[in-house]
């Protein structure tokens, strides 16, 4: 499949200078070979020395500003974004800085928080923060923020567009500063299970059921926490 891929070309819709267009079509290939995201995995499935192959990769991402250049994937016509992070193991890599601990607490790596819009059935990344618990320590910040962070960067490209987040995404925190920042978002409920479901209810005091049918649009307004009196 690879050997049918116009590497160059898309690179040239991406970089004018021909040397970089070179350089990215050889580190995209030994990208898909390798199918890693390390630097090292890459190097090795590049034509030439490994060691050589490394600090070319290391020189072609200082040249190029590479989040400025995915977000030329941004599908203007998109309905959606959505956002997804993903935890990245990197257990060979403990004392590299930015690589912290996972949801276990004990697994090595990072979190990769992607933002995308569905393009043909897949999903097409334009935009991307990554932290860890390393980080997030030593810059007294936190993952709610991160979080944020990364939305508040391509605010400017959602309009009206809802952001569509997994259900890990539902914390009051976050709602309040999307709600405040005019961000329209969508978030996906946990329903299977009665003890961590959602519990709100409706102006008069009514538990809300949240529940759909399919085709079916129902608008809830001045909606509240069960503990909290304070509308979402």
């Not at 479901?197 to 608008?219: N, S, W, Y």
Request: include cysteine.
């Amino acid at each position: 499949m690879n050997k049918c891929i116009n590497f160059r070309g898309f690179w040239r819709h991406l970089i004018d200078e021909e040397r970089q267009v070179e350089q990215g079509a050889e580190i995209m290939k030994g990208l898909l070979e390798a199918q890693s995201p390390r630097i090292s995995n890459i190097a090795e499935k590049m034509k030439g020395a490994s060691d050589r192959n490394y600090k070319t990769i290391q020189r072609f991402v200082k040249a190029v500003e590479l989040k400025q250049i995915l977000l030329r994937f941004y599908q203007e016509e998109a309905e959606f974004v959505i956002g997804d992070p993903t935890e990245m193991e990197r257990y060979k890599a403990p004392k590299t800085s930015y690589v912290g601990t996972l949801s276990d607490g004990k697994t090595c790596g990072y979190w990769l928080m992607v933002l995308s819009t569905p393009f043909r059935g897949r999903s097409l990344p334009f935009s991307f923060v990554v932290y860890s618990s390393k980080t997030i320590g030593a810059q007294s910040t936190s993952r709610n923020q991160e979080h944020f962070r990364c939305f508040e960067a391509v605010k400017g490209l959602l309009g009206d567009r809802p952001l569509v987040l997994d259900r890990e995404f539902s914390y009051e925190e976050l709602m309040e500063v999307l709600y405040i920042e005019q961000v329209q978002f969508v978030i996906r409920l946990n329903l299977g299970d009665q003890h961590k479901q959602p519990r709100l209810v409706d102006a008069d005091g009514e538990p809300v059921k949240l529940f759909i049918q399919p085709g079916e649009t129902i608008i809830r307004p001045n909606c509240a926490t069960w503990a909290r009196s304070r509308s979402i």
